[in-house]
């Protein structure tokens, strides 16, 4: 049983469209992560959900729109899409907020041609 | 910056050898965490060490902590090439909710 998944793994598109990537943890944990890293492998942290309630929202093009169904699924909405955009995109949950252990999806790689 | 530093940044050893990796950070913090990334994959979490706990063993894994110089290291004992992978360090910065991931260390073990 994969404990975090994410799809698709692969999305390659052209610029100006929009795409969305899903995740889903079924760990029973209430926190959920979406984090971006670049070519030079820094993870940077863009939204956090705990309990379907957005608690981190970080400096992000608001181009970019998650959003929380219910405690077990984020999705990652992005519209436009930019060059600047490629990179992988990792979905992860903890238990809670506040500093706990994290567990990671395996990535969505985004090519934007 | 908030996010911590990694040094070295890639480190290569023979098989057998012991790999040390060390993390600086800046700011006050309740926990250190160190997680795997093998190439292509998603952050593997290793190790959680408290502030107030100085030292933690997990397997091959040591993981130090010195809050007063604001640093950490992770040993990993008789490496296997299984352990090449690139290596984060991650604080629990006090009063906030998420991780601050460092910049990681790139870990070739040669067969």
């Known amino acids: 049983d994969t404990a975090v998944s994410q799809t698709p793994k692969y999305l390659v598109t052209q610029m100006g469209n929009d795409k969305s990537i899903k995740c889903e943890q079924n760990?029973?944990?209430?926190?959920m992560y979406w984090y971006k890293q670049d070519s030079k492998k820094f993870l940077k942290i863009m939204f956090s959900?705990?309990?379907?309630?957005?608690?981190i929202n970080e400096t992000v093009p608001n181009r970019f729109s998650p959003k929380s169904p219910d405690k077990a699924h984020l999705n990652l909405h992005i519209n436009s899409l930019e060059l600047g955009d490629s990179a992988v995109y990792f979905c992860?949950?903890?238990?809670?907020?506040?500093?706990?252990?994290?567990?990671f999806g395996p990535g969505t790689r985004l090519l934007v041609l | 910056s908030q996010q911590g530093e990694e040094d070295p940044q890639a480190l290569s050893i023979q098989e057998g050898e012991n790999a040390t990796m060390n993390c600086s950070y800046k700011?006050?913090?309740?926990?250190l965490q160190w997680y795997r990334q093998n190439s292509g994959r998603g952050l593997v979490h290793l190790i959680l060490?408290?502030?107030?706990?100085r030292e933690k063993h997990s397997g091959r894994l040591r993981v130090t902590l010195d809050t007063s110089k604001k640093s950490s290291s992770l040993l990993i004992t008789a490496s296997r090439a299984a352990d090449t992978a690139s290596y984060f360090c991650?604080?629990?910065?006090?009063?906030?909710?998420?991780?601050?991931f460092g910049t990681g260390t790139r870990l070739t073990v040669i067969p």
């Open positions: 992860a949950s903890s238990q809670t907020s506040g500093g706990v252990a994290q567990y």
């Open positions: 760990l029973g944990h209430d926190t």
């Open positions: 959900y705990n309990n379907k309630e957005l608690i």
């Open positions: 700011t006050s913090i309740n926990n």
């Open positions: 060490i408290r502030s107030n706990e």
């Open positions: 991650a604080t629990a910065q006090t009063g906030a909710n998420n991780l601050f």
